[in-house]
C-alpha cells in the first residue's frame, strides 16, 4: 500500500520501499563479513550464506551499489523521497522509533512515548549519553526543533505528526518532551515508527553540513553519483559499527550495476541458479541470533 509523501505533492514511498532503505542501511551499519560475503564466485558466495556461519569481520571499506539514484538525491533528513535516500539518511541520522524489517515497532533515539492523561498530550523520553557527530549531546531542545522544522517546513512526514500544538511543545527536562495536540491523537506512536524521514537532528542544523547520531558520518556526497561516510567512533549502540566507511554508489538501473560493481553486491542463489542483490537487515547486525553478516541475507533485489 502506497501513502502519498505529504511535504511533496505527488511523489510515494510506499512501506517496501522503506523497509528496502531500512536493510540497506543494516549493510551498511554492520557489514562485517559483506565484502567476503558478496562475491562473483558462486561457491564463495554459497559458503558466505551458510546459516552455521559466525565470523565477524572487523575494518576495511565497503562498497554498496543500488539502483535508482538520480541528481535530485538529498542528505536531508527530511526531504528524502526514495529508498535509497533512506540508506542514506538512515546511515547518518536516527529517529525516535521506527519500523525493523520484520515491520515491528522499536525504540531508537527515544526510551519511551507515552500519553499522559489523554491522547491530547504525549511525553518523549530519550535516552542518555547520545551525542551527535559534532559531540554535542542530544536533548529533548534537538526534538523540539526537528518537529517544528518538519511540519513548519511542511516537509516530509509533517502529516503523520498530527495536529502538534507547536506553540505548546515544552522540554520538561534535558530528555523529556512534552508534546500537547489540539485534539486527541491515539496512533501518534504508530505514525511516528511507519513515516520515514523524521530523523531528529540538532537545533540550528544545516543540511549543507551533515550532522547525525548515526554509525556513519558525512564525508563526501554527490547527488546521482556517490556518498562517501565514515566510521563514527562515538557511536552509542556499543560494538557498532563494524566497517571504517562506505561508499554508497548510485546507479541508474540494475543492468548497470551488474556489470560495475558486481563483486561489492551480487550474490548466487544456487536455488533459484540466479544472481541477486543484497541487503541485510538492522536486526541480522545488531545481535539477534542471526548475528552474523556471514549468515543468509533477509532482503533480496533481483533486477527487473
Same mark, same amino acid.
Given at each position: @500500500? $502506497?501513502?502519498?509523501?505529504?511535504?511533496?505533492?505527488?511523489?510515494?514511498? =510506499?512501506?517496501?520501499?522503506?523497509?528496502?532503505?531500512?536493510?540497506?542501511?543494516?549493510? &551498511? &551499519?554492520?557489514?562485517?563479513?559483506?565484502?567476503?560475503?558478496?562475491?562473483?564466485?558462486?561457491?564463495?558466495?554459497?559458503?558466505?550464506?551458510?546459516?552455521?556461519?559466525?565470523?565477524?569481520?572487523?575494518?576495511?571499506?565497503?562498497?554498496?551499489?543500488?539502483?535508482?539514484?538520480?541528481?535530485? =538525491?538529498?542528505?536531508?533528513?527530511?526531504?528524502?523521497?526514495?529508498?535509497?535516500?533512506?540508506?542514506?539518511?538512515?546511515?547518518? +541520522?536516527?529517529?525516535?522509533?521506527?519500523?525493523?524489517?520484520?515491520?515491528?515497532?522499536?525504540?531508537?533515539?527515544? $526510551?519511551?512515548?507515552?500519553?499522559?492523561?489523554?491522547?491530547?498530550?504525549?511525553?518523549?523520553?530519550?535516552?542518555?549519553?547520545?551525542?551527535?557527530?559534532?559531540?554535542?549531546?542530544?536533548?529533548?531542545?534537538?526534538?523540539?526543533?526537528?518537529?517544528?522544522?518538519? &511540519?513548519?517546513?511542511?516537509?516530509?512526514?509533517?502529516?503523520?505528526?498530527?495536529?502538534?500544538?507547536?506553540?505548546?511543545?515544552?522540554?520538561?527536562?534535558?530528555?523529556?518532551?512534552?508534546?500537547? @495536540?489540539?485534539?486527541?491523537?491515539?496512533?501518534?506512536?504508530?505514525?511516528?515508527?511507519?513515516?520515514? +524521514?523524521?530523523?531528529?537532528?540538532?537545533?540550528?542544523?544545516?543540511?549543507?553540513?551533515?550532522?547525525?547520531?548515526?554509525?556513519?558520518?558525512?564525508?563526501?556526497?554527490?547527488?546521482?553519483? !556517490?556518498?562517501?561516510?565514515?566510521?563514527?567512533?562515538? +557511536?552509542?549502540?556499543?560494538?557498532?559499527? +563494524?566497517? =571504517?566507511? &562506505?561508499?554508497?554508489?548510485?546507479?541508474?538501473?540494475?543492468?548497470?550495476?551488474?556489470?560495475? $560493481?558486481?563483486?561489492?553486491?551480487? @550474490?548466487?542463489?544456487?536455488? !533459484?541458479?540466479?544472481?541477486?542483490?543484497?541487503?541485510?537487515? !538492522?536486526?541480522?547486525?545488531?545481535?539477534?541470533? @542471526?548475528?552474523?553478516?556471514?549468515?543468509?541475507?533477509?532482503?533480496?533485489? $533481483?533486477?527487473?
Amino acid at each position: @500500500m $502506497e501513502r502519498p509523501d505529504h511535504g511533496k505533492p505527488g511523489n510515494a514511498l =510506499d512501506r517496501r520501499q522503506v523497509l528496502r532503505g531500512i536493510a540497506a542501511a543494516g549493510a &551498511v &551499519v554492520g557489514a562485517g563479513g559483506l565484502l567476503s560475503a558478496c562475491s562473483s564466485s558462486s561457491s564463495s558466495s554459497q559458503a558466505a550464506a551458510s546459516p552455521t556461519s559466525t565470523v565477524k569481520r572487523r575494518g576495511g571499506a565497503l562498497k554498496v551499489g543500488l539502483t535508482g539514484g538520480s541528481g535530485t =538525491d538529498t542528505l536531508d533528513p527530511h526531504k528524502g523521497l526514495t529508498y535509497l535516500d533512506t540508506a542514506r539518511a538512515q546511515s547518518l +541520522y536516527q529517529p525516535l522509533l521506527q519500523l525493523n524489517t520484520a515491520a515491528q515497532t522499536e525504540f531508537v533515539l527515544a $526510551e519511551d512515548i507515552s500519553p499522559h492523561g489523554s491522547t491530547s498530550n504525549w511525553v518523549i523520553s530519550l535516552r542518555k549519553g547520545i551525542t551527535f557527530h559534532d559531540g554535542k549531546p542530544l536533548t529533548a531542545d534537538d526534538v523540539i526543533f526537528t518537529i517544528r522544522r518538519i &511540519v513548519s517546513g511542511k516537509l516530509t512526514g509533517a502529516t503523520p505528526l498530527g495536529p502538534i500544538d507547536l506553540k505548546g511543545l515544552k522540554a520538561l527536562d534535558q530528555h523529556t518532551v512534552q508534546v500537547p @495536540m489540539t485534539s486527541p491523537y491515539g496512533s501518534f506512536t504508530d505514525q511516528l515508527a511507519y513515516w520515514y +524521514y523524521l530523523y531528529i537532528v540538532p537545533v540550528g542544523f544545516n543540511p549543507a553540513k551533515p550532522n547525525g547520531t548515526g554509525a556513519f558520518k558525512y564525508q563526501s556526497f554527490t547527488p546521482g553519483q !556517490r556518498s562517501v561516510f565514515v566510521k563514527n567512533p562515538n +557511536y552509542w549502540k556499543s560494538g557498532l559499527p +563494524y566497517v =571504517d566507511s &562506505v561508499t554508497i554508489i548510485d546507479f541508474s538501473d540494475s543492468t548497470s550495476l551488474l556489470f560495475k $560493481e558486481t563483486k561489492v553486491v551480487r @550474490m548466487f542463489d544456487s536455488k !533459484r541458479n540466479t544472481l541477486v542483490y543484497v541487503a541485510i537487515s !538492522r536486526k541480522v547486525i545488531e545481535g539477534s541470533p @542471526m548475528n552474523s553478516l556471514s549468515t543468509v541475507p533477509v532482503q533480496r533485489w $533481483e533486477p527487473r
